[in-house]
């Protein structure tokens, strides 16, 4: 039984998925020339590194999406993580939340047998070094605040794919709590419009269409409209996607 479904996307790319957690999270495994690069590294409910060495075992580097538990929980197991500045306290530190919280969501519905010889993972990697020193051939790293303040997305210029982490996927966006911002998430929709996609591969559960970027942009519009655009505005959904301020 594998926690772990892996897709293969094509020769250097790897869609890695716990599709056996409610929350079904996404983790992206690139194959480089030299290295290779994992975006994010899911709940930590089962190790993943001996999972990404098994399909390819160069170094590997870790580029973290946003400093959310369910984005982090494998950090341990790699030396070089990178995060941009505006969540690297959180990862260098710890969350700022109950760790009572984070397990209750953590565990939640997970079936008894793949908790065997679970630990609870430690949530913070003392080394984590600022985004601005990564590169990778051909992905660009896009600060696109809103759901955390260090919230990023990549993009893969040759193959057109936005790697969007928590700011787009089928479902609810959560734009609510303290530490987001609607203000800049609608900035930060604005700006990844204009990219060039053949293909989204989101933080959660299956790859969007091109379209939802639309559908959550005419979201926006709409708070904005209503002057609702912060905290405490509502909820609203078009399509396949709902924003939550
Ligand atoms: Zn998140
Ligand atoms: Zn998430």
């Not at 480089?32 to 590194?49: F, S, V």
């Not at 600022?130 to 210029?157: A, Q, R, W």
């Not at 800049?184 to 053949?198: R, V």
Request: glycine share 6%.
């Amino acid at each position: 039984m594998n926690w772990y479904l892996i897709e293969k996307i094509n020769d250097t790319l790897y869609k890695i998925s716990e599709n056996k957690h409610w929350e079904k999270t996404n983790m992206y495994y690139l194959i480089g020339k030299e290295r290779n690069l994992i975006i994010d590294t899911g709940t930590g409910i089962k190790p993943l590194k001996s999972v990404l060495t098994e399909i390819d075992n160069k170094p590997i580097d870790v580029v973290l999406t946003h400093a959310h538990w369910d984005h982090m929980g494998n950090i341990h197991e790699f030396e070089n993580v990178y995060v941009h500045q505006l969540d690297l306290n959180w990862v260098q530190k710890g969350l700022p939340v109950p760790e009572s919280f984070i397990k209750e969501m953590m565990l939640k519905n997970v079936d008894e047998a793949f908790l065997e010889g679970f630990a609870y993972p430690p949530l913070y990697h003392k080394n984590a070094q600022n985004i601005l020193e990564f590169d990778f051939m051909g992905i660009n790293i896009i600060h696109t605040p809103g759901h955390s303040p260090g919230s990023v997305c990549l993009y893969d210029k040759f193959n057109e794919i936005l790697f969007s982490g928590d700011i787009l996927y089928e479902g609810t966006i959560y734009c609510h709590y303290e530490s987001t911002d609607p203000k800049d998430l609608f900035e930060s929709i604005k700006g990844i419009k204009e990219f060039k996609l053949k293909r989204i591969l989101s933080g959660h559960y299956s790859d969007p269409e091109i379209t939802i970027i639309n559908d959550l942009f005419e979201i926006m519009v709409e708070f904005e409209n209503e002057k609702l655009l912060h905290h405490g505005g509502g909820l609203k959904c078009k399509e396949s996607i709902c924003l939550q301020l």
